[in-house]
């Protein structure tokens, strides 16, 4: 089974480094560059599932790929914030109207940016969007080429320790921020399938979280890491790495951000969720 690896998704960077994972699956982990890339690699048969924000699925939907979710993480509060600069006169995200938001577009950064502009009274047609992209986005923001930056985990917790830079909206207020693990319906995986990876990636979250040193010492020795063994330590002691199955919950929550974009004019039509395989939910007893 191939699967695919970005270095956004932690579960799945984790999960290529701990010895023995999805061992009983034959895995090929597959690297690529970021979420946004999921549903083309799936599309191509590069991949057979991987892991992303909320959006991206949804981004697959709208194409008609017929996104079919396997597995939630639990909710990560802590993962993902709106930054300003401290001296900055953006106190709200009403403060936003007309300022330029540094974001991966496309990715739960579009959803957390219009979910805190809605609970202003604002849409995202309110705000000059400026993909991050490979530049510095912290840079940009302390030297003044953007107004705000949404940003997360890891870069979250370095930049909140930056004398120049503010917290303004933290997502676990605004948005589940869960990761996603999906894959398309043209891969035809059955129920019991999707569950046995749900039931490995949630194996090898908790074996993670009982050894938080092991596992931050793994990741700070991947080359091109973005911290050293304290710091992910840090980061991975903040999360819960369990996971479920994809219920019926994740799909309302899923379709609920679908029409949240809808509404901000991200899609121009509506997008209907959870349309795959038996509508995708898997019966395990009820969510935990």
Not at 92 to 112: M, P, Q
Request: aromatic share 6%.
């Amino acid at each position: 089974m191939k699967i695919g690896v970005h270095p956004n998704n932690l579960h799945l960077r984790l999960a290529r480094l701990w010895p023995g994972a999805f061992a009983e699956f034959d895995p090929q982990f597959v690297a690529y560059r970021e979420g946004r890339d999921t549903a083309a690699l799936l599309e191509r048969g590069d991949i057979h599932f991987g892991g992303t924000g909320s959006t991206p699925p949804i981004e697959a939907d709208a194409r008609g790929l017929s996104a079919v979710y396997i597995a939630a993480s639990a909710p990560r509060p802590a993962n993902g914030a709106i930054l300003v600069r401290r001296d900055s006169p953006i106190r709200s995200a009403a403060d936003l109207a007309g300022k330029r938001i540094s974001l991966i577009d496309g990715s739960f950064h579009t959803y957390l940016l219009a979910r805190s502009l809605e609970g202003a009274g604002l849409g995202l047609s309110d705000v000059a969007r400026i993909e991050s992209g490979d530049s510095d986005s912290l840079q940009d923001l302390v030297e003044g080429r953007v107004d705000a930056w949404v940003t997360m985990s890891p870069r979250l917790e370095k930049a909140l320790t930056h004398d120049e830079i503010s917290l303004l909206v933290r997502c676990g207020s605004t948005i589940p921020n869960r990761s996603l693990f999906w894959t398309l319906a043209r891969h035809d995986m059955a129920p019991d399938f999707r569950l046995a990876i749900a039931a490995e990636l949630d194996r090898v979250g908790r074996a993670v979280m009982a050894d938080i040193d092991r596992a931050a010492s793994l990741i700070a020795a991947e080359p091109g890491s973005e911290g050293d063994a304290t710091s992910w330590a840090k980061v991975l002691r903040s999360r819960d790495l369990s996971v479920v199955p994809a219920g019926e919950n994740i799909l309302a929550e899923q379709q609920e951000e679908a029409d949240t974009l809808y509404r901000h004019g991200h899609f121009s039509l509506p997008v209907q969720t959870g349309q795959g395989p038996a509508h995708q939910s898997v019966s395990t007893g009820g969510d935990r």
